[in-house]
C-alpha cells in the first residue's frame, strides 16, 4: 500500500491503488496522501491510483530545501518514470495544484487531464513570500505548533470543526508529523512559485476545477479567474466546505471527479 523508491537525493513513498486508466493525486501543505484517502478508496475500484507522499512530507524523507514545485514536479515525473506509467490524470489541491502547474509546464505530453481543487495560479506577493520565511523560522526554531494552530481553522468550515473533532484531530495528527525541515522546504519553494497565469490560456487538456464555497485561502474568485482562463474548463463549487474539500465533502468531490472522468476517459 505504501511503496517506497529511491529517487536520486531521497526515498520517496507512495500509495499505489487499483488498475486501469491511471490517475495520480498531489496533496497540499503540509499534508500527505491520506488526505485524498476518500478519492483513492472511490476511483481505485476502476483506476491506478498513484498519490505520492511529496518530499519532505508524510513518511518521505525531507531534504533541506528549498522544495521548488519545479522539483516537485520533476519528483513525481521520476515516479511515474519508474512505474512504467504515461500519460495520467493529474490532480492538486493547493500546493499540489501549484505542483500540478510546474508539472503541465514541464511534462505536457504526461498530462491527460488536469483537476486543480482549491488551488490559483498567482505567484506569491512579497508579502506572502516575506509572511512564509518568518513562518519558516519559525517551524524550525519552535516546531510546527504554532503554524498548525493559525492554519487548521482555514481547513474545514466552522460548522464541520465543531461537528466533527474527529476528522481535525486526524487533520492535526497529519499536519504535526510534518518534519520542520520538510514544512520549511516548502514554504521556501511555494514562495518561490512563478505566476502559472500565462499557462493558463495555453493549457489545451480537459480541466475540472474545484473550490469550497469557503475557501478563504484560495477562494471562488481565484478558482473562477483559472476557470475563465482555461479553454474548456469545468468548475465545481462544493457547498458547505471550506480549502480540503477532499476531506470535508469527500463524496460531493469524488462524484464531480467521477463525472469528469467519464467525460475525458
Ligand atoms: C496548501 O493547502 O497547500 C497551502 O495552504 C497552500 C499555500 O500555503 O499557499
Given at each position: ?28 501543505f503540509p ?93 506569491d506577493?512579497?508579502?506572502a513570500q516575506a509572511r512564509r520565511e518568518e513562518q519558516a523560522q519559525s517551524v524550525l526554531k519552535d516546531g510546527p505548533r504554532g503554524l498548525v494552530d493559525q492554519m ?28 520542520p525541515?520538510?514544512i520549511a522546504?516548502a514554504l521556501r519553494?511555494m514562495a ?74
Amino acid at each position: 500500500m505504501s511503496p517506497r523508491i529511491g529517487l536520486n537525493d531521497f526515498d520517496m513513498y507512495y500509495s499505489s491503488s487499483g488498475s486501469g486508466h491511471p490517475v495520480a493525486l498531489l496533496h497540499g501543505f503540509p499534508l500527505d496522501h491520506t488526505m485524498w484517502k476518500a478519492q483513492i478508496d472511490e476511483l481505485s475500484k476502476d483506476h491506478r491510483v498513484i498519490a505520492p507522499d511529496l518530499r519532505g512530507h508524510g513518511r518521505s524523507q525531507a531534504t533541506p530545501g528549498p522544495y521548488t514545485m519545479d522539483l516537485l514536479a520533476s519528483d513525481v515525473n521520476t515516479l511515474l518514470d519508474r512505474l512504467g506509467l504515461g500519460p495520467v490524470v493529474l490532480g492538486g489541491l493547493s500546493m499540489g495544484g501549484y505542483a500540478a502547474f510546474a508539472f503541465a509546464r514541464q511534462y505536457p505530453n504526461r498530462v491527460k487531464a488536469l483537476i486543480l481543487a482549491d488551488t490559483k495560479a498567482e505567484a506569491d506577493t512579497p508579502e506572502a513570500q516575506a509572511r512564509r520565511e518568518e513562518q519558516a523560522q519559525s517551524v524550525l526554531k519552535d516546531g510546527p505548533r504554532g503554524l498548525v494552530d493559525q492554519m487548521i481553522v482555514k481547513m474545514f468550515t466552522g460548522k464541520t470543526s465543531t461537528s466533527n473533532p474527529a476528522l481535525v484531530e486526524r487533520l492535526r495528527n497529519m499536519m504535526e508529523s510534518t518534519s520542520p525541515t520538510g514544512i520549511a522546504g516548502a514554504l521556501r519553494g511555494m514562495a518561490r512559485r512563478p505566476d502559472s497565469t500565462p499557462l493558463l490560456r495555453s493549457m489545451r487538456v480537459p480541466t475540472l476545477i474545484i473550490v469550497g464555497r469557503e475557501d478563504s485561502l484560495t477562494t471562488v474568485s481565484d478558482a473562477e479567474k483559472m476557470a475563465n482562463s482555461i479553454p474548456g474548463s469545468q468548475l465545481v463549487v462544493i457547498p458547505e466546505a471550506a480549502h480540503l474539500t477532499t476531506m470535508e465533502k469527500p463524496s460531493e468531490v469524488n462524484s464531480a471527479i467521477r463525472r469528469f472522468l467519464q467525460r475525458v476517459e
